[in-house]
């Protein structure tokens, strides 16, 4: 079992060191604050305690880290554990810049380390569940996706609306279609803290022709974890939210009869919701880490597909800059 070495116990961090360590693989973990760090000793009593970073990694005693620190600090985090020959599993978004998250994944492969971000919702039974009626074709062609992602908080000052939610949206539109946009447009409004956007809209275009859309806010009444896929013969709903239906599958679609000059009428048949697997994403995700370390990163597709994420994320935070300028 590979050991891993775990940074950042604040917000996300306890969860990720619960998991590891219930998978038998947490080693040692790290922060700066010294009540944190006294928290996890008791929690974790055979795991290693650091409060210097570049101590652990110099350790000996762990062959990966898990970076789940704040996001400004990802991309330097990470590179660090990669030159120290660790494999890396860092939380989203892994850089907040195209140009580092090129130079860790091209380190990852130089290397022939494990680099896997952690999109979230690429490991939800419900996101495969959905991907694989897509695969299978039985939506049909794909028109367009679009997500929600709003909530009324957690209000954040280091990171906008696009960075905090977008990135698990928009990770998971990018799997489902499989291509990056070559067109994307944002505009939203900064209302709490000057610079950082509380509520944003994304529009993005596709080679292909299909679309996609994503409405992110931290200031709604509403609080929704959709993601609605249009296909030419059915539709497809992801919500998060709901604790049964995951999933909820709906045929329905445009229909042009064969004895028309030419009208598109609508059809409309059975609305069904397939049985979801109850596992945990995160458990998944982080088993999946390690299987990786174990057996090798192979093509690298996870490090790959995080940085088309970040360049997207980069493209879209350029264009919402242009609106706000």
């Known amino acids: ?23 038998g693989a947490l080693a040692a973990v790290c922060d700066l604050d010294a009540e944190l760090r006294d928290r996890a000793a008791a929690r974790y009593p055979g795991a290693r305690i650091f409060s210097d970073y570049d101590e652990m990694l110099g350790s000996g005693e762990i062959d990966a880290v898990v970076v789940a620190t704040p996001v400004p600090t990802h991309y330097e985090l990470s590179r660090r554990a990669l030159a120290a020959g660790k494999h890396v599993f860092v939380e989203k978004p892994p850089a907040m810049r195209a140009s580092e998250m090129e130079e ?10 494990v680099l896997m971000p952690g999109h979230l919702l690429l490991y939800h039974p419900a996101v495969r569940k959905v991907k694989s009626l897509i695969d299978a074709g039985e939506l ?61 809209f994304c529009y993005l275009r596709f080679p292909s022709g299909r679309i996609a859309h994503m409405h992110l806010s931290w200031l709604d009444p509403h609080k929704m974890r959709k993601i609605t896929v249009v296909g030419r013969d059915k539709m497809v709903v992801f919500d998060d939210m709901e604790l049964e239906r995951k ?29 979801i697997p109850n596992d945990e994403p995160l458990r998944l995700e982080c088993s999946h880490f390690l299987e990786l370390v174990e057996r090798g990163p192979g093509d ?11 360049r997207a994320l980069e493209a879209l935070q350029s264009t919402l800059e242009q609106v706000r300028a």
């Open 247 to 275: 999933v909820t599958v709906y045929e329905k679609g445009p229909w042009q009869p064969a004895n028309t000059y030419g009208e598109w009428r609508t059809r409309t048949g059975d609305i069904f919701s397939p049985r």
């Open 300 to 310: 690298h597709v996870e490090a790959r597909d995080g940085l088309a994420v970040v």
């Open 1 to 23: 079992m590979p050991r891993v070495g775990l940074v950042g116990l604040g917000y996300w961090g306890p969860n990720l060191a619960r998991n590891f360590d219930d998978l």
């Open 104 to 113: 860790l994944v091209s380190v990852a492969e130089g290397r022939g380390l």
């Open 140 to 200: 049909g062609e794909i028109f367009c996706i679009y997500g929600n992602r709003q909530n009324l908080g957690v209000i954040r000052k280091d990171e906008n609306a696009l960075w905090s939610l977008g990135v698990h949206d928009l990770s998971v539109i990018l799997h489902l279609l499989g291509e990056e946009p070559n067109e994307v447009w944002a505009h939203g409004n900064a209302f709490l803290t000057p610079g950082v956007e509380d509520v944003v």
